[in-house]
């Protein structure tokens, strides 16, 4: 038997992450691309101190109370809505995240769907792969401006920032948010953002960006009413959680030229994408793939192991959820 800490890594991850853990921990690791069912991942996680998870796999009170010996996830995601924290701190079991890292590439994620939809980016590939272009005509796709458009932010944490900062700096646009907290007074100007109420923020925007995390506060953020408030030549992306779009309410409205595009890089259910949206032309879509550069992936996978080894041998994790189970 070893000495060593156990930890389960619950999916296919870098080779050499897998290296690095395997040099101070019992490693034992999902080769799989597959999520594991919550009970395959109980089984896996019995006996063990650590689990590396990748944002999805459901981190709960009947897991933890089946896994008595477990002290350490550690999530591959900035986005955590797959643990259960009250029932972690409960249990004394360290949740830690993957922040910072992937801000600026995730906000780049968002920047590459908000000009995909506006200005149909994707639309034009399937229509020309399709060889409906045969002529030029003035009215062939044309979408909507992004540089000097009002761009409108849900969500203001470190990734909305970052877009605003694109969106200010970059293509000149007015900037508008809503979130849970204002900013401080020097944190709204470093960003150039206007603070307004959420049904402003909707009616003003050219562009909405939604950059929230999935919380019973958050669910369907954006519906029908929101929706119907946005101008028809208005533009919605989500990066942040799937659920916090009601996706069948956006492809109602998409539908029936109630706004004027989307472009969404999650989805309630995901794999699984709803299928009114995929019979949506005015929609651009990726498979959550915003935070998915190699520099960024590899990062957030090395954080993620420097959190498990770091509890594990020291005491010590780089960004914990719940700090309070350290003491
Ligand atoms: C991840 C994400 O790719 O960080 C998050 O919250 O949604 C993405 O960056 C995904 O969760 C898998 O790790």
């Known amino acids: 038997?070893?000495?060593?800490?156990?930890?389960?890594?619950?999916?296919?991850?870098?080779?050499?992450?897998?290296?690095?853990?395997?040099?101070?921990?019992?490693?034992?690791?999902?080769?799989?691309?597959?999520?594991?069912?919550?009970?395959?991942?109980?089984?896996?996680?019995?006996?063990?101190?650590?689990?590396?998870?990748?944002?999805?796999?459901?981190?709960?009170?009947?897991?933890?109370?089946?896994c008595p010996g477990l002290r350490i996830c550690a999530n591959m995601a900035v986005g955590y809505n797959n643990f259960d924290v009250p029932a972690m701190t409960a249990a004394g079991v360290l949740a830690t995240n993957a922040p910072?890292?992937?801000?600026?590439?995730?906000?780049?994620?968002?920047?590459?769907?908000?000009?995909?939809?506006?200005?149909?980016?994707?639309?034009?590939?399937?229509?020309?792969?399709?060889?409906?272009?045969q002529r030029w005509s003035y009215d062939m796709l044309v979408g909507q401006d992004v540089h000097g458009?009002?761009?409108?932010?849900?969500?203001?944490?470190?990734?909305?920032?970052?877009?605003?900062?694109?969106g200010a700096l970059g293509f000149g646009m007015k900037v508008l948010y809503h979130n849970r907290t204002r900013l401080p007074a020097d944190e709204e100007a470093a960003v150039r953002a206007e603070y307004v109420a959420k049904d402003v923020l909707l009616r003003r925007a050219d562009h909405v960006m939604v950059v929230l995390p999935l919380t019973p506060q958050t669910r369907h953020y954006v519906g029908a009413a929101e929706l119907a408030l946005m101008k028809p030549s208005?533009?919605?992306?989500?990066?942040?959680?799937?659920?916090?779009?009601?996706?069948?309410?956006?492809?109602r409205a998409l539908r029936e030229g109630r706004i004027a595009a989307a472009g969404l890089?999650?989805?309630?259910?995901?794999?699984?994408?709803?299928?009114?949206?995929?019979?949506?032309?005015?929609?651009?879509?990726?498979?959550?793939?915003?935070?998915a550069s190699l520099p960024t992936r590899l990062a957030m996978a090395h954080l993620a192991a420097d959190n498990l080894i770091g509890y594990l041998l020291h005491g010590q994790a780089q960004t914990p959820i719940n700090p309070e189970v350290m003491a």
């Open 1 to 66: 038997a070893s000495a060593k800490p156990a930890v389960f890594v619950a999916r296919r991850i870098f080779p050499e992450v897998i290296e690095k853990l395997s040099a101070q921990l019992d490693v034992s690791h999902n080769q799989a691309d597959e999520r594991l069912s919550p009970d395959e991942l109980i089984a896996r996680v019995q006996g063990k101190q650590g689990v590396f998870t990748t944002g999805s796999e459901r981190i709960d009170a009947r897991l933890l109370a089946a």
């Open 265 to 291: 890089d999650v989805f309630e259910g995901e794999p699984q994408v709803h299928p009114e949206l995929l019979a949506c032309s005015n929609v651009a879509l990726t498979p959550h793939i915003a935070s």
């Open 100 to 133: 910072d890292v992937l801000t600026e590439t995730t906000a780049d994620g968002g920047f590459a769907l908000l000009m995909a939809a506006a200005r149909r980016v994707t639309e034009g590939e399937h229509y020309l792969r399709a060889g409906r272009w």
């Open 234 to 251: 208005a533009t919605l992306v989500n990066i942040g959680r799937g659920g916090v779009v009601d996706d069948a309410a956006l492809a």
């Open 149 to 166: 458009a009002t761009l409108g932010i849900f969500g203001m944490g470190r990734i909305g920032q970052a877009i605003a900062r694109r």
